[in-house]
């Protein structure tokens, strides 16, 4: 319970100030956004290539601390960096209200069913690195919204991801997270690949929902 709450008092340090949300409002903000995630499949180039997260249905709590994060420069990645450096925390709680309720009309909700068993190898690492206790079972639950919903996520970002909150030093890649950072700090390269593999296999909520001119 302790160790909880710990994790829950460090993640609220990681959010900017509550601002009231209007999802119309950051319809009409989004546009710079749409260029690469209302592509399905669009990869980035640079400084590394793998596929642009799927953020339409993800926690809105969540995208406005990552979009801070990027802000600060405690996430490190160029294109994020000047896109946030723009936006006020106003801007980035109407943009995060939109894309957590983009495509909720085409977008079909995973029902309750138990998700697929990983192998007993996967299940191993999972267990080791905890990672249900905060993204909740099926990776797509979290037990707080500020906590990203992973299930269906690419499995070459996911990977990219995980590899950054290990990244130390370099001017480009990195992400500064104390939970994230003292988890994926026990796991080589291939094994947080092969969570990565296991986590993008299950059915989850979050999606690419391209823009009618993307179509």
């Given at each position: 319970m302790i160790k909880a709450l710990t994790l829950l008092v460090a993640l609220a340090g990681l959010a900017p100030l509550?601002?009231?949300?209007?999802?119309?409002?950051?319809?009409?903000?989004?546009?710079m956004c749409m260029g690469c995630h209302a592509i399905v499949g669009y990869?980035?180039?640079?400084?590394q290539v793998y596929k642009v997260p799927k953020i339409a249905g993800q926690n809105a709590k969540y995208l406005a601390a990552a979009l801070a994060e990027y802000k600060s420069g405690n996430r490190k990645f160029?294109?994020?960096?000047?896109?946030?450096?723009s936006l006020s925390?106003?801007?980035?709680?109407?943009?995060?209200?939109?894309?957590?309720?983009?495509?909720?009309?085409?977008?079909?909700?995973?029902?309750?069913?138990?998700?697929?068993?990983p192998p007993a190898d996967?299940?191993?690492l999972i267990a080791?690195?905890?990672?249900?206790?905060?993204?909740?079972?099926?990776?797509?639950?979290?037990?707080?919204?500020?906590?990203?919903?992973?299930?269906?996520?690419y499995a070459d970002y996911l990977s990219a991801a995980l590899v950054a909150y290990q990244t130390q030093g370099n001017p480009q890649v990195g992400r500064g997270?104390?939970?994230?950072?003292?988890?994926?700090?026990?796991?080589?390269?291939?094994e947080l690949r092969a969570i990565a593999d296991y986590v993008s296999s299950l059915h989850g909520d979050i999606a690419t929902v391209p823009e009618s001119r993307f179509r």
């Amino acid at each position: 319970m302790i160790k909880a709450l710990t994790l829950l008092v460090a993640l609220a340090g990681l959010a900017p100030l509550a601002q009231a949300q209007d999802a119309s409002a950051g319809q009409k903000k989004a546009a710079m956004c749409m260029g690469c995630h209302a592509i399905v499949g669009y990869q980035t180039s640079f400084p590394q290539v793998y596929k642009v997260p799927k953020i339409a249905g993800q926690n809105a709590k969540y995208l406005a601390a990552a979009l801070a994060e990027y802000k600060s420069g405690n996430r490190k990645f160029p294109t994020m960096r000047a896109v946030a450096a723009s936006l006020s925390d106003k801007d980035m709680a109407d943009l995060a209200a939109f894309f957590s309720t983009l495509g909720e009309s085409s977008v079909k909700a995973v029902s309750e069913t138990t998700p697929a068993e990983p192998p007993a190898d996967v299940a191993a690492l999972i267990a080791r690195g905890a990672c249900t206790s905060c993204h909740g079972p099926g990776f797509n639950k979290p037990i707080d919204a500020g906590y990203p919903k992973l299930a269906g996520q690419y499995a070459d970002y996911l990977s990219a991801a995980l590899v950054a909150y290990q990244t130390q030093g370099n001017p480009q890649v990195g992400r500064g997270n104390a939970i994230m950072g003292a988890q994926v700090k026990q796991f080589t390269h291939a094994e947080l690949r092969a969570i990565a593999d296991y986590v993008s296999s299950l059915h989850g909520d979050i999606a690419t929902v391209p823009e009618s001119r993307f179509r």
